[in-house]
């Protein structure tokens, strides 16, 4: 099985050569050489899907290639790389590739992502929505997650498991992080003026307002796109295929009001604190 992602491998860097042969022709070499390295960022179900899919759309907008990798965190069978491994994929990227993967806000990747070759985008959610969907993402879609026996055959109810997700677990032979700590390990990107950070709910209901925030940046980089701005836009928009995605549930924004108890409430703003104040989801505690 091993020999056999490797294969895979080798078989997508040779179509990567090839994707980047085709982005000569059609751009020109001086403009495949001077755009950025694009990379999308994100927490675990915080939306990366949406966001590599708008990312992809900027091939067809500019001298940027799609290199069909998956996210540098993993190999081809999904496993998880060490960060000595993750560190020099991202440095191997060349101009115009895009590459996203699930990156905490601590060196070396920091000095990595902000060089000024690259150009980072990094999404996020509201913590509440993103607890809701990870407990449907272990419970019915990905079997072989770390939390899938616990939740499907220890716990019973949905507030319990929503609890688990707030306070974290740690227990022999499952750990799991509560959310403060989870979104502690990425709050510094949003800070980061380097950094676009959009918020998920934005791309959902202002799509138009959001995806034109990103074509300013990127243009911020030289890259010069040979079609009006709302043009532009409206392609990334197209680029948008939700249920394509294997891990698509809902993407509803404020869909945990259907599932937080109050007692869920409760659980986690002692454990969040002002997390949701600083994330722009609330003005207090008081909801």
Known sequence: M????????????????????????????????????????????????????????LTEVGPFINPGFPPVNRFEDNSHLSNEVILKSIQRMRSGEI???????????????????????????????????????????????????????????????????????HKPNLVFSGIRARYDNHLSWIENSHVLSLKFEDIILNTGETLGRLADYITGFGVQFPMPRTEVIQTLT????????????????????????????EQFKAAAGDLLIKLGYEENNDW
């Open 238 to 265: 197209n680029a948008i295929r939700p249920k394509e995605s294997g891990t698509f549930r809902k993407g509803k924004p404020g869909n945990w009001r259907e599932h937080f108890t109050d007692e869920n409430k």
């Open 99 to 169: 590459r996203f993967g699930y990156i905490g806000c601590n060196e070396p990747f920091i000095s990595a992502l902000t060089n000024p070759d690259w150009a980072t985008i990094n999404i996020y959610r509201d913590p509440r929505d993103l607890l809701v969907s990870s407990i449907f993402y272990a419970l019915n879609i990905h079997l072989e997650h770390g939390m899938h026996k616990y939740y499907a055959e220890e716990l019973s109810t949905m507030e319990e498991r929503l609890n688990v997700e707030i306070n974290g677990i």
């Open 2 to 57: 091993k020999a056999y992602y490797r294969l895979k491998r080798v078989l997508k860097l040779g179509r990567l050569r090839l994707r980047r042969y085709q982005a000569l022709r059609r751009w020109g070499r001086d403009a495949l050489q001077h755009s950025p390295r694009v990379f999308g960022n994100s927490m675990p179900k915080a939306g990366s899907h949406l966001l590599i899919q708008i990312l992809w759309g």
